[in-house]
């Protein structure tokens, strides 16, 4: 929507450093060329050597603990590089990834994925050069910086582009050791409006959100916003994005239970820089906002119409498998305001061996077990809609622990089991 600030020359440095070695899978074990496969096809070749070395009573739970370690980093990779993805809707996009000068294999980073404004300009888009300018606010806490691309007015709410987000992170993942509790989404204008979206389906990723100049319009279901906190930083004299409009979405956010912090800022206009120019305030909220990858309560929305699967139709370790009417029904008293009861929703509450699960337009879920949540040598019970549906020991399955970590890529969320369950 803004006219784009920085010159494409700058794209040019990014090519220092394109010799020194990248990332390659088929270096490391069967585990992590499982782990990391691009296809299913080829992850399905590796499944059955790692099965027989890892099933059983005794055996799958190593292999918990093993996923727990996390994969080797290779050393002498490129500072900064740009990379290509083929989106689903067939346009290639960039992202680029900036590393701090005191990076080490040896200690998780965090990492803060920005996505650029001026979303109509052209490829390759912006973010190579704002995510490393407007990104240096977070060069004192020593992060890394990643900033995909998008152009030609394709919104980063777009499924493709979302997709061309979460492959971006899978991708600096596998390359870096980054503390998955500290990965932390923000952007400027249309990307200030796109860090909205993507939390609306990838809330599971983000330990905080900061959109800056920017508003949650095209958001529908903030229900899931409430999962992570936002600091929000606004011009009162930006000419695009309205100040008594954002303001009166962000009160709106507020009374339906989303965290927002938002910072007014009386002489500021469309500046994209209020990230940098406030960057003590920024910093003071990374540091106070780190992920808890398994919380004793969570809740979600899908909305079949757009998208059903993962990651979208799962937060930390909820999964919403199918959506549609059922007869029995939990018990909700906040539809009202920003919180829709037009989607599939689901809330679960973990006290110990038991969970409590509220259903609407809920036919079938999944309960992620992890043996960090839940003792796995005694029963787990679960409650659907006031009702016993669900009480056994489900111990630890390997195939299930592989499957859930090809998708999650993430040291925090290993999971030894999955329970699924029809809703009557």
Known sequence: MRIALFSVVALAALAAGAAAADYNPRMHKPLWQYVDADDDETAAKLLPKLLKKYEGKRKAPRLVRDLRKGRPYAKGLSSTKTLTFRCPDGLSRQYTWHLPSKYSTKRPTGLLVFLHGAISQPAPGGGAHESRDIGKAVDPLNWIKLGPSTFDRHEWGETAVRAHVRNAIDQVKRRFNIDENRIVIAGDSDGGRGTYALVETEATLFAAAVPVIGSPGGVSRFLNLRGIPFLALNGAKDSLFKIDRVRQSVEQMKAAGISVDFREFADAGHDPFLFVKQGDDVRAFLKKHVRDPLPKIVEWQVDPQKEKDFPANTFRWIRIDETGETASKGKFDDFAGLITNR???????????????????????????SDAMFDLEKEIEVVVNGESAHKSVVGTDAKVVLEEVRRFNDRHLVFSNRITLEVK
């Open 343 to 369: 989607f599939g929703r689901i809330r679960a509450i973990a006290e110990g061996n038991r969970v409590t699960v509220d259903t609407h337009r809920v036919k079938r879920f999944s309960i992620l077990v």
